[in-house]
């Protein structure tokens, strides 16, 4: 929304966000354009509220949006909050160009849906590269008999004339002090301005109801365990106008019998004989493409490791490029010889030189100097 990186510094941000406010405020943008305006310049503000934070800013680089909600522990994510029209982040505008504004919400000014978090489960290789998924998701939308406003077809919602459409009651209390002013939300239109004398049958006045519906998710190729795929404007409906949450879509990818991943690596441990070790070997190491053929030198030591270069997973929007897949060789000891295999292991022993261990003859003057 700023249109800075992850990089960029406090000042850059800021600054980023100045020319934004100034671009959309409110009192620069009458007419047509003052709706438009209205929602980019609380997008900005947003984006600044959180960016400027140095722990929102590093939960929502790793999570996005979910991880900076407030409400992200009840079952589904809220919206961006009550900031009451521009309460909240016309107090950071105000800091940069002084003024302010009231900090209660207009009581019909659009509201953004509630953002819906789900989680799906992908077996490693639906992970490495990609899948569709349908999901069903319940969601509020906006209902199609009364068109969101609540009100019964072919009527409409009066202004309160309790508090003249304001949502509010204002009070005057004499104290030792002076007056007191307070305000309260009206009772007689429950604070949102309007009155509706003929709820819609379907919504109940609500202006949205509950609906099942099937959603599909495209899951991009190198997507990785616990992130997130955002579906904009796929969650709960908004109110009076407002845009629709998102639809944040959670990953649990399965472990794998063969593979373990490391960022967009694999590692594989692929056992060897003792016997194809000593004297090498040609072998078919599994990949997430397929077996492929690859020779063992002699003289392999057990905790070598190989690399199978462009053998790993699809870097997540990497235009095709992968990371590696790493062999680590594990040279198998057999257990439980016979006499004859015990007999033939003591005479190739006798044949073999000392000086043909060479990691052994290492450790070992190592030690003598050690224990001087």
């Known amino acids: 929304m700023l249109g800075v990186d992850k990089s960029a510094s406090p000042d850059e941000i800021k600054k980023a966000y100045r020319k934004l406010a100034k671009k959309y405020h409110p009192d620069l943008n009458p007419g047509d354009k003052a709706k438009e305006a209205e929602e980019k310049f609380k997008e900005a503000s947003e984006a600044y509220e959180i960016l400027s934070d140095e722990e929102k800013k590093q939960r929502y680089d790793q999570f996005g949006h979910a991880g900076v909600d407030p409400n992200a522990g009840a079952g589904g994510y809220g919206g961006y909050g009550d900031f009451g029209g521009f309460g909240g982040f016309e107090d950071i505008f ?14 019909n000014a659009p509201q953004r849906g509630r953002d819906l978090r ?4 992908l077996t490693f290789e639906q992970a490495c590269f990609g899948c569709e998924i349908e999901l069903n998701v319940n969601r509020m939308e906006t209902c199609d008999t009364c068109g969101g406003n609540g009100a019964e077809p072919g009527t409409s919602a009066s202004t309160c ?9 204002t009070t005057v209390q004499r104290t030792m002090f002076g007056n007191i002013q307070s305000s309260r939300p009206c009772s007689s239109c429950g604070g949102t301005g309007k009155v509706i004398s003929s709820p819609c049958k379907s919504c109940h006045g609500d202006g949205i109801v509950r609906k099942s519906r099937k959603v599909k998710v495209k899951v991009p190729a190198g997507i990785d365990n616990e992130q997130i795929i955002p579906l904009r404007g796929q969650a709960d409906a908004g109110k009076n106008g407002g845009p629709a949450g998102d639809l944040l879509i959670i990953t649990r990818v399965k472990d794998h019998k063969l593979f373990e991943r490391q960022g967009f690596d694999i590692l594989c441990d692929f056992p060897i004989t003792f016997v194809e ?3 090498g070997a040609e072998i078919e190491v599994p990949t997430i493409d397929g077996k492929v053929k690859y020779d063992i030198p002699e003289g392999t030591q057990s905790g070598t490791v190989f690399r199978l270069k462009g053998k790993g997973v699809p870097r997540l929007h990497g235009g095709g490029s992968r990371g590696d897949q790493y062999v680590k060789i594990k040279v198998e000891i057999p257990k439980n010889l016979n006499d004859k295999q015990k007999d033939i292991l003591r005479q190739f022993a006798d044949t073999v030189e000392p000086a043909k261990y060479k990691e052994r003859k290492s450790f070992f003057d190592k030690m003598k100097e050690f224990l001087k």
Request: with cysteine; glycine share 20%; hydrophobic share 30%.
């Open 94 to 107: 105000s800091s940069f160009f002084g003024g302010g504004g009231q900090s209660r919400r207009a009581p």
């Open 277 to 279: 070790a000593a004297l």
């Open 161 to 169: 004339s309790v508090c003249h459409g304001t949502g509010q009651v």
């Open 118 to 121: 789900y989680s799906i489960d």
